[in-house]
């Protein structure tokens, strides 16, 4: 009898052991982190232009975050806080582990809306394993299996009606000779990329227009009096003169996804990743120095990512209404024929800057989220050979990312603080419009 007490009570504990090992393994944020990384690299290695890229977060974010939002009465679903997606079908939640629902939902999307097919699957093989290695219930594996692909599914479902297939079939850019309208610029000379983005279907704004910015200077290269010609020739004087601490900051933020060099008649491309992906690494690291849970890192993802999302559009509805000339082409052809950006002209108009934008958009979902005095070393670009940079504020962050581009000589100065302005608008409004805690 008493041999059968301590079979049955090792048998509890083992039991109680195994419960306890797999629940401290899903609800890991710093696994949900890697799950982010995994799809970044993923992104980062398929050379998805840095409006893709976003789109790609969007989704898979918000379907990770839906997960966990039906486990957790501190969040609510975001179903009809965006007006146009619909109320999700849940089916029976019973057994589900919905942390490792989440990670599991966020693969299935990333994946779909990334090509070639398979992009995660190696990914998806070891988390699966790794739950398998630590006891996770055979019950509990099968039922959060099927709840995230229940969910997963009706956020691709709803991906597809955003007019981005639509928009795989538009016309392309129009080159002309207007001298204030954008031109392909060296070494790639590429035509303008996603010139149709602003009739991608926004989420939480009006339109791609609601968020409009000022108009630019007017174009006037031959007053040297006159605003523009100031603002143009303190691009070339800045880049003629550039710190070591100011080649660090464009260096650091310039994030090109898929830069063409060329040495002699040699040309090979280096890569690194683009504005929205650095941004989401970002999130992960001030998550971990905030010391969040996995279900606030989960929304705090989601919320930034929707914030990227809709700055690409907001910026890119302004970027092909004004189609102003990059300051490359001008300097070059009226100040200086040798000259050259410290970094490489994206293929897109000038004004405004991207990067600015999306920068201040997404700083104001993070300082929702963690408030506008987390300090952090942001370890992005190490693995690109870049060292860190030290952050006192989100928001600080997005301002030093905008003058990068001054830096980097591709941008004006109100290309970028036009842009700024913009992006905080933007993520002003997913603040206050989007609730993700009850």
């Not at 109680?16 to 090992?21: D, N, R």
């Amino acid at each position: 009898m008493k041999l059968l007490f301590a079979a049955i009570a090792f048998a509890i504990v083992f039991s109680a052991c195994q419960t306890k090992e797999y629940a401290s393994y899903t609800n890991n944020p710093v696994l949900y982190c890697k799950t982010v990384k995994n799809l970044n690299n993923a992104v980062l290695g398929n050379n998805f232009p840095p409006m893709i890229a976003s789109r790609i977060y969007a989704y898979a974010t918000i379907a990770a975050y839906e997960v966990v939002a039906v486990g957790d009465n501190r969040f609510q679903s975001l179903a009809g806080q965006i007006k146009h997606l619909p109320a999700l079908q849940h089916g029976d939640t019973a057994n589900v582990n919905f942390q490792f629902a989440a990670l599991l939902a966020f693969c299935k999307v990333g994946e779909a809306l990334t090509f070639p097919e398979g992009s995660m699957t190696d990914y998806v093989a070891k988390i699966n394993a790794a739950a398998d290695s630590v006891g996770m219930p055979g019950k509990v594996s099968n039922a959060s299996k099927l709840f995230a692909d229940t969910i997963a599914n009706q956020i691709l479902a709803w991906s597809k009606k955003d007019n981005y297939a639509q928009t795989r079939s538009a016309s392309k850019y129009t080159v002309t000779q207007e001298e204030s309208r954008w031109v392909p610029t060296p070494p790639m000379y590429a035509s303008g990329v996603e010139p149709h983005w602003n009739e991608i279907r926004t989420m939480v704004l009006d339109s791609a227009s609601e968020c409009m910015p000022v108009r630019p200077p007017v174009y006037d290269v031959k007053n040297k009096n006159s605003e523009y010609y100031k603002y143009l020739l303190e691009v070339k004087n800045v880049g003629d003169s550039l710190t070591e601490e100011q080649k660090h900051i464009a260096d650091f933020w310039d994030d090109n996804p898929f830069k063409l060099n060329v040495v002699g008649h040699v040309m090979y491309a280096t890569k690194k990743f683009s504005p929205p992906g650095h941004w989401m690494n970002i999130v992960g690291i001030a998550a971990q120095k905030a010391n969040a849970d996995f279900n606030t890192t989960v929304a705090a993802y989601a919320h930034t990512a929707i914030a990227l999302f809709e700055g690409f559009i907001s910026c890119w509805d302004e970027k092909y209404r004004s189609n102003y000339v990059r300051p490359e082409t001008v300097i070059s052809k009226y100040l200086s024929q040798s000259w050259q950006p410290y970094i490489q002209t994206p293929p897109f108009p000038s004004y405004t800057s991207g990067h600015a934008t999306i920068s201040a958009a997404a700083a104001e979902t993070m300082t929702y989220w963690f408030g506008d005095k987390l300090q952090f070393t942001d370890t992005s670009l190490l693995e690109f050979g870049i060292k860190n940079r030290e952050v006192t504020s989100f928001r600080n962050a997005a301002m030093e990312a905008g003058m990068s581009r001054l830096y980097g000589g591709i941008h004006y100065r109100f290309d970028n603080e036009a842009g700024n302005t913009a992006g905080t608008k933007v993520g002003t409004l997913i603040v206050d419009r989007l609730h993700f805690k009850k």
